[in-house]
């Protein structure tokens, strides 16, 4: 055994081992609790830049651990694992910076930032999984980590929220356990694959292979926010700012998409989708949710759930590139998979900035915000135009690479869905541009306002103009090789062999 086979291992511990031990510490330990954080933060990050490294170099890092007959726990490092790690500990770095701000002097802190850790943790877990059983496990620990986070502030809304997250998530993980267990007795416990291990299947156990990838579809669909099994997130936006963008960005929503990605790539592949004929109808359905989603965020005027009914629309950009099952739009949903979580991270943390330094909560409250804090607005006005489309910024290259996609394989009905998407994102983002920066200035309660150097806390602040600003430079750079599109194209040249 050498470092390929620990480091899988390590990067999980690296923010599991933090999270317990801050489980530990009084409240008024606040130094190290930061300290604990951010350590657990920066060696996450180089663990993770030397596992890039490593798969860039054809290594393959594999941890295994004897679990269940047939199915040991498996984490391993490849270059789709890594596509969401590497997301997951640069947004895990800029959340923790603007929680430390956001609950600053607040109760529970411990508390928060143990789950905090321990829902990163189960992120970058099933992210490594080498099999169906270690996704499984490390799935339904996201589920039990982000339910503290969602009822945190204890009122009775809150309460409410938390017993529809975990209704929704509880019963989507049934339905998971149902998938692969069945699957299980078809093929094993076998690792994931690229081009996948179903298709010898294929022909004998065809009704079987379609009632496991419904089963899985669905339960993994709960967390993605698929229709019709969206209604637990717009209801969890009374959870604080920061796991708002956890739920949105970092762990939950990406965690579903994520799951699809894997079971239509790894464990079924393009040719077994095809014959099985199961691409067609996700296809569909991810076309629905995302019009649906723009739909209902344009009804909303509460600033956190229009951004939630986004979330919606945008994440099944990523069920739609997959479905394709073409190589060019495979790169647009992967990599938007990225991209969204840039950018929609950005809208969260502005979003948390307005409310806690103006009382700001609906959209009409947000005329003339631009004057009084114009580095939040700017940072909000690069994230809302990226998930528009417009280029520079990155929505535009994962919504290109999507709609030539759609043209390679045939499927030019997408593009409508494409353009109705963008003309319905305009209509329910632009609005809240042009109050921000053109309407005149709300009468804003002075008693709301927090005395800052900057026009809000800095560590509110800082994280929303990183995550603005990588929003545009991912964008910019795309043409380079370790740009998530370079990244999301060496995983589809060895996902189809290309």
């Not at 620990?6 to 999980?12: G, H, S």
């Not at 990050?45 to 596992?51: I, R």
């Not at 379609?210 to 339960?219: E, K, M, N, S």
């Not at 045939?410 to 809240?432: K, R, T």
Request: aromatic residues 10%; hydrophobic residues 55%.
């Amino acid at each position: 055994m050498n470092w390929t086979h620990w480091l899988p291992l390590a990067i999980v511990l690296s923010s599991l081992v933090p999270g317990l031990l801050i489980f530990t510490l009084h409240e008024d330990q606040h130094r190290l609790r930061v300290t604990l954080n951010l350590c657990g933060v920066v060696i996450k990050l180089l663990l993770v830049v030397a596992m890039i490294y490593g798969v860039s170099k054809g290594l393959e890092f594999r941890f295994s651990l004897p679990f269940l007959p047939g199915a040991p726990l498996v984490l391993q490092g490849d270059a789709l694992s890594l596509l969401f790690v590497a997301l997951s500990s640069v947004l895990w770095l800029a959340t923790t910076i603007y929680a430390i701000g956001y609950l600053e002097n607040s109760p529970l802190q411990s508390r928060f930032f143990g789950y905090f850790s321990l829902c990163v943790s189960a992120t970058v877990g099933l992210a490594l999984a080498g099999n169906l059983v270690s996704f499984l496990l490390f799935y339904e620990m996201l589920t039990l980590a982000t339910f503290p986070l969602v009822v945190h502030r204890g009122t009775p809304e809150a309460l409410r929220a938390g017993r529809v997250y975990l209704a929704y998530t509880v019963g989507g993980g049934a339905l998971v356990l149902m998938g692969v267990a069945l699957l299980h007795g078809l093929a094993g416990g076998q690792d994931f694959q690229p081009g996948g291990y179903l298709l010898p299947a294929v022909g004998e156990h065809d009704l079987a292979l379609r009632v496991a990838f419904v089963l899985l579809v669905a339960g993994l669909g709960v967390k993605a926010a698929l229709l019709p099994l969206h209604g637990w997130l717009p209801k969890a936006m009374v959870a604080p700012a920061p796991v708002s963008a956890l739920l949105h960005a970092v762990a939950v929503v990406k965690a579903g998409a994520f799951g699809i990605i894997r079971v239509v790539y790894d464990v079924y592949g393009a040719e077994a989708m095809g014959q099985l004929d199961m691409a067609g109808p996700l296809l569909w359905l991810a076309a629905a949710t995302i019009l649906y989603g723009s739909m209902r965020a344009l009804q909303q005027q509460e600033l956190k759930k229009r951004l939630a009914y986004s979330t919606i629309s945008q994440v099944s950009y990523v069920t739609l590139g997959v479905a394709l099952l073409g190589p060019i739009a495979a790169v647009g949903g992967l990599v938007h998979l990225v991209h969204q979580g840039l950018m929609k991270v950005t809208l969260f943390y502005c979003a948390g900035n307005f409310a806690e330094t103006l009382g700001i909560h609906r959209v009409r409250e947000m005329d003339g915000v631009g004057r009084r804090m114009p580095l939040t607005m700017t940072a909000f006005s690069i994230g809302a135009l990226g998930m528009i489309g417009i280029p520079p910024i990155a929505g535009f290259v994962s919504k290109w690479a999507l709609g030539m996609g759609a043209l390679e394989v045939g499927q030019d009905w997408v593009l409508l869905v494409l353009m109705g998407s963008a003309l319905l994102n305009a209509g329910y983002f632009l609005p809240l541009l042009w109050r921000g920066w053109f309407a005149e200035p709300a009468d804003w309660h002075e008693d709301n306002w927090r005395e800052e150097r900057w026009e809000t806390h800095w560590m509110l602040l800082l994280p929303a103009v990183f995550t603005a600003f990588l929003s545009v430079l991912v964008g910019v750079l795309a043409g380079t090789a370790l740009s998530p599109l370079g990244w999301a194209q060496l995983i589809v040249n060895r996902k189809f062999e290309i």
